[in-house]
């Protein structure tokens, strides 16, 4: 069955540079989610979208970190000037109307 | 939401032993739900509690919602390899946000 699907799954960047991970919810899913997740920790919450409008942005960690969900569906997270304690998991999560969220592979980010 | 305190942080066991993570919030929770994250894996749901004194069942693990709403618990029966990994709890606010804590790493030795 198609889940939750991000890419890249993997990517090093220079400090410095632009990195924009994309998200594949499930199909029909109206909730989509985004999640940082460092090494040893629990996911953060990043921010939330209810079909493309955005509830939720409180847990982006700074004006370098932009999402947006243009037609409802597919997702993109964009880190700009990437920095090194931006290396971390990001996870994407999707949902109906339940609480229940359905997670992605992640996309491992590593700054160099 | 309101974060949840998870203990213990770690626990290794011997398969076959029994295995339990406690939760424990300071108010009193409208929900909590349990996730599991195998090592390199991404968490996975594994049930959600609403209501108080709740207990479910999944085959060897048993998850309970306290009286208050304040606490719960996961406990799984006879532990095998294949259940190692991290636990979380997880509240979820009425905004749907979940927040998460460190949860508990579970080892099992063969």
């Known amino acids: 069955g198609a889940g939750v699907s991000q890419s890249p799954r993997y990517k090093v960047a220079k400090r410095g540079q632009d990195v924009a991970l994309r998200c594949d919810p499930i199909s029909g899913h109206v909730s989509l989610f985004w999640y940082q997740q460092a090494l040893g920790q629990g996911p953060e919450f990043l921010t939330y979208f209810q079909n493309e409008a955005q509830l939720d942005k409180s847990g982006l960690p700074s004006d370098r970190f932009f999402a947006e969900r243009p037609e409802g569906s597919v997702s993109t997270l964009k880190i700009q000037r990437t920095q090194q304690e931006d290396s971390a998991v990001y996870l994407c999560a999707s949902s109906l109307y339940t609480y229940e969220q359905y997670f992605g592979p992640g996309t491992r980010l590593t700054v160099t | 939401g309101q974060q949840v305190m998870q203990i213990p942080q770690y626990q290794h066991v011997q398969e076959g032993e029994d295995f339990t993570t406690y939760c424990n919030s300071s108010t009193t929770l409208s929900n909590i739900q349990w996730y599991k994250q195998r090592p390199g894996g991404h968490p996975v749901f594994l049930i959600q509690l609403v209501k108080s004194g709740e207990v479910k069942k999944q085959k060897r693990l048993t998850f309970q919602f306290g009286e208050a709403k304040k606490n719960s618990s996961l406990h799984i029966t006879a532990t095998q390899t294949t259940d190692v990994g991290t636990y979380f709890c997880?509240?979820?606010?009425?905004?749907?946000?979940?927040?998460w804590g460190l949860g508990t790493s579970l080892a099992v030795n063969p």
């Open positions: 997880v509240n979820a606010g009425n905004n749907r946000k979940l927040i």
